[in-house]
């Protein structure tokens, strides 16, 4: 079985994601979406919400496990859970340099490989961070979120 791990914060979830984690599926046989809760980040939503709205936005998706990544680094996660590789969205060329030490340190790590897919168009200047700005000025971002989302933001 080829098990892939799609970590992140997803705070919240966006379109840009949802299309990775689905590409990311028809990859592999099993995607474990790892959702991280570092402490030091203050979230919109609590780490049980985050994997809710991501639970309901994929439940229709084969071979798709929601997961709290914990408390440890990535790639010991990733070796404990059998993966063999690590799926990242990139955007642009700035998320591509942020990503590639980390993707070296993981190889490093855990002999994990990092497979980097480009965004779909549609998405690549999708961010939650800009996502919670615009709700917070009223904006409508109803376009870039799930259901799941929207709901949550009291927007459907």
């Known amino acids: 079985m080829q098990r892939a791990v799609c970590p992140g914060s997803f705070d919240p979830v966006h379109n840009g994601h949802i299309e990775i984690i689905i590409r990311a599926a028809s990859l592999f046989d099993e995607v474990i979406v790892a959702v991280s809760n570092n402490p030091a980040k203050n979230y919109r939503f609590d780490l049980q919400e985050r994997m809710d709205m991501i639970s ?46 980390m993707a070296t340190f993981n190889r490093h790590l855990s002999s994990v490989e990092t497979v980097f897919l480009p965004a779909d168009s549609r998405y690549q200047h999708v961010s939650s961070t800009l996502v919670k700005e615009i709700v917070g000025f009223k904006g409508d971002i109803t376009d870039f979120i799930p259901f799941a989302v929207a709901q949550r933001f009291g927007l459907r």
């Open 56 to 101: 309901e936005t994929l439940k229709s998706i084969q071979g798709v496990i929601v997961m709290p990544l914990g408390t440890g680094l990535i790639a010991d996660f990733a070796r404990e859970h059998g993966a063999q590789a690590m799926v990242k969205g990139i955007r642009n060329s700035t998320d591509l340099n942020y990503e590639m030490p």
